[in-house]
């Protein structure tokens, strides 16, 4: 009780301290990133073409971390405390987060946001303690969204690390399993912690943590799950504009051109791992079409049982997105700066369902 309370003195202190700050003197308490300028030109020639006018806003996003808005998702695990009102208190607001837009789903996701880019203090990671909240992209949490998990479903997350979309899952419901997969041993002990941080002991024969190349999943594990989460390593974006050197703007742009092959492997596995009438979610945080529509294109072509389907529009309200023959691509812009994903839906005849987010 005593360290409770002194968790909850140390995150009211925090929220003090930002709440006698305005707008202006919080951006200048965190140091300017500095972009790589021969990505942005490899930027601005493909997505000029892709997005036409969509990537001048964009652009202008990405350009401006300090703009970059971040939702708060609360953890149903950890003790009840007043973050809820200390959440409010700070001018955040709760999103409407249905896992199924036809029918009131319990437990539901709880995620706050800002109309303003504050940022809320992070949690430290204490063994034995769990976290109260989870910092995110809320776009994120849209690929959990259209997966609808369910309580005694089968649910598998090909590609978890670092456990983001794990958590929101296990924040949407209570799987039978919920197996979260992740080859890279670096990456994979990245979400053991998390999963750690948030999930109680009791929950430990629900959730396992597997090691398999995820492109050879499905043939290990055939028509084993309801629900595949693909959240597919990708060209991020928002990483590969301030995190890439001039050295390695040819290594990077080398793995680019491969990324496409490998998130095919990826899905075609899933697929093959997801149970007749199942669904699969296929999500990447990149605006490339090469890695986006063009892979899901392939995958239709090789996989002729497979078509696309309709996604409602309910849980795009908060962030900004344009449709595609294909799907719904989310593209930040000020004062919305979600994103970037995209969302389409594809599976075997009237049977499977694949979003791609």
Request: glycine letters at 4%; one cysteine or more.
């Amino acid at each position: 009780c005593i360290m409770l309370i002194s968790d909850i003195l140390v995150l009211l202190s925090c929220c003090l301290t930002l709440s006698c700050m305005n707008y202006e003197n919080l951006n200048h308490d965190f140091s300017p990133l500095s972009s790589c300028q021969a990505v942005l030109e490899q930027f601005d020639q493909q997505y000029s073409q892709e997005l036409g006018e969509l990537w001048t806003s964009a652009r202008a996003v990405l350009l401006d971390p300090q703009s970059w808005q971040y939702g708060i998702m609360l953890n149903r695990f950890a003790a009840v405390t007043d973050i809820t009102q200390i959440l409010q208190s700070q001018g955040f607001s709760k999103i409407l987060l249905q896992t199924d837009p036809e029918e009131n789903h319990s437990p539901s996701l709880q995620c706050y946001i800002h109309p303003y880019p504050l940022r809320f203090p992070s949690q430290a990671h204490r063994p034995g303690h769990l976290k109260q909240y989870y910092l995110l992209n809320a776009a994120s949490l849209l690929p959990v969204l259209a997966l609808q998990v369910k309580d005694g479903e089968n649910i598998l997350d090909l590609c978890s690390a670092p456990g983001g979309k794990a958590i929101a899952i296990m924040q949407s419901c209570t799987p039978a399993l919920l197996c979260c997969n992740e080859p890279d041993p670096h990456r994979r002990d990245w979400l053991a912690k998390t999963l750690e941080s948030f999930l109680p002991h009791s929950l430990k024969s629900r959730v396992i943590v597997s090691a398999l190349d995820g492109r050879c999943f499905g043939q290990s594990e055939a028509s084993t799950y309801d629900k595949v989460l693909v959240d597919a390593p990708c060209s991020n974006d928002r990483s590969w504009l301030y995190s890439t050197s001039g050295q390695q703007v040819e290594q990077r742009l080398r793995e680019r051109a491969r990324l496409p092959a490998l998130q095919a492997q990826l899905l075609k596995s899933a697929l093959s791992a997801v149970r007749p009438g199942g669904v699969v979610v296929y999500s990447t945080c990149t605006l490339s079409s090469s890695e986006n529509y063009t892979v899901i294109e392939t995958v239709l072509k090789d996989c002729p049982e497979a078509e696309p389907e309709d996604l409602w529009e309910e849980i795009f309200d908060t962030v900004s997105s344009y449709h595609h023959r294909l799907g719904i691509l989310v593209v930040p812009h000020p004062g919305k700066t979600w994103g970037p994903m995209s969302v389409s839906v594809e599976g075997p005849k009237f049977t499977n369902l694949l979003i791609y987010i």
